[in-house]
C-alpha cells in the first residue's frame, strides 16, 4: 500500500510505517501547490496529512477516487468533510490526547504572558528601552482567585482549569454540548450558559472542536458582554473570533487583553495593528510544538495507517461511524 505523507515527520512514524512493509511516499519540495498535492495524492492508497492548507472536501474526493484512508497529524479535523467521506467509506485518524498536555501548556503561558504584558516588555528590552522607573506604567494584573472560563472543557481544556486551579486557585465555570462530570468532581467547575460563560470569565479560553457554526463566534456583540478586565485566550482555531472584533475589542477597552496561538486568517499579517498593543500575545500555532507531543502525533497518526493496512478499525478516529456503516 502506498502512503503519502505531504512533509516530514518525526522518523519514529516513517520508521513504523516502513517496518510494517508500507511504501512511503514523500513529495520533493514540500511547499506544494494544491495541483501538485492532488497529484500525488490521485497516485496514493492512502494519506498521512500535515497540515490543513487543503480540505478533503467533495472536490477532493472525486478527484481521488482512489484514496481508501486518511490520517490527520492533527487532533482537529476540520479541513474534512466528514460526511463525504462516510458516504465513501473513508476511515478518518486522528491524534487526540497526545498533544492535551502541550496545547495547555501554551494556553497556560498565554494568560499569563498577557496578564503581566510580557511580550511588551520583551520588546522594550530588545530595544534598550527600559526607561526610569514609573509606578504607573503599562502594569499587569494578577490571576489568584479569579475566574477562568473555558469553552469546550475537553480533554486540552481540563488540562488548562487543572493548571489554573492548582496554580492560582481560580474558580472554573464552563459551556460545553454536554456537562463534564469528572470537571465537576475534581476541579469544582461549574456549567454555566454560554452568555453567563461570557458574563463571568475574568479569562476566557477557548478549546472546542471548531465546526461551520462556530464561525465568528466570539464577535463584537460578545466581547462587548465581557468584563473589561477579561483576558481572551485562543489556542482552539482562529475562525472562532472575528479578528477586526478583537482588535477593536481591545482599544476600546470592551476587554483587557489577548493571548492568540490562532489567528484569523492564519499566519496574521506581520503588519497587523493588534501585534503593537501592549495587552496583547501572539504565537504562530505552537500548541503541539514540543518533541514528546510530536512523536506521539507521529506514533498515532502511522498507528491509524498500519490498522487499516492490515484490515483493521483505526485506533484513533474522528469519523467510527464508518465502520458501522459499511459493516453490512
Not at 492548507?53 to 481508501?68: G, L
Request: proline share 5%.
Amino acid at each position: 500500500m502506498k502512503v503519502f505523507i505531504n512533509k516530514r515527520i518525526p522518523e519514529m512514524g516513517i520508521t513504523m510505517l516502513q517496518e510494517a512493509g508500507l511504501q512511503v511516499i514523500f513529495p520533493e519540495n514540500e511547499n506544494l501547490t494544491y495541483e501538485e498535492w492532488l497529484k500525488y495524492c490521485q497516485n496514493t492508497d492512502a494519506i498521512l496529512s500535515i497540515g490543513g492548507d487543503f480540505k478533503y472536501d467533495k472536490a477532493f474526493f472525486d478527484a481521488c477516487p482512489n484514496i481508501k484512508a486518511i490520517a490527520l497529524y492533527s487532533v482537529g479535523f476540520d479541513h474534512v468533510d466528514i460526511k463525504e467521506a462516510n458516504q465513501r467509506n473513508i476511515p478518518i485518524g486522528n491524534t487526540p490526547d497526545v498533544l492535551s498536555r502541550a496545547t495547555s501548556d501554551v494556553a497556560f503561558l498565554l494568560m499569563q504572558s498577557v496578564a503581566r504584558r510580557a511580550s511588551y516588555n520583551f520588546e522594550k528590552v530588545k530595544q534598550g528601552n527600559w526607561g526610569a522607573f514609573d509606578p504607573l506604567h503599562a502594569l499587569g494584573q494578577e490571576l489568584y482567585g479569579k475566574t477562568l472560563g473555558v469553552f469546550g472543557l475537553g480533554r486540552i481544556g481540563f488540562q488548562m482549569a487543572e493548571k489554573c486551579k492548582k496554580a492560582f486557585d481560580m474558580e472554573i465555570i464552563y459551556h460545553n454540548r454536554h456537562p463534564n462530570e469528572e470537571a465537576e468532581r475534581e476541579l469544582n467547575a461549574t456549567y454555566v450558559s454560554f452568555d453567563e460563560l461570557v458574563r463571568n470569565s475574568d479569562v476566557l479560553s477557548v478549546h472546542a472542536n471548531f465546526t461551520p457554526e462556530h464561525k465568528d463566534l466570539f464577535n463584537q456583540s460578545v466581547f462587548d458582554k465581557m468584563n473589561p478586565n477579561a483576558i481572551f485566550i485562543n489556542t482552539a482555531r482562529g475562525g472562532f473570533h472575528q479578528e477586526a472584533d478583537l482588535y477593536n475589542a481591545l482599544i476600546d477597552g470592551k476587554i483587557w487583553g489577548a493571548g492568540l496561538d490562532v489567528t484569523n486568517p492564519e499566519p496574521m499579517s506581520a503588519d497587523h495593528p493588534i501585534l503593537e498593543l501592549s495587552n496583547v500575545c501572539v504565537l504562530p500555532h505552537i500548541g503541539s510544538a514540543t518533541i514528546e507531543a510530536r512523536n506521539g502525533m507521529a506514533q498515532l497518526a502511522a498507528g491509524n495507517i498500519i490498522a487499516f493496512s492490515r484490515g483493521e478499525e483505526m485506533p484513533n478516529c474522528a469519523n467510527p461511524e464508518v465502520y458501522s456503516l459499511h459493516s453490512s
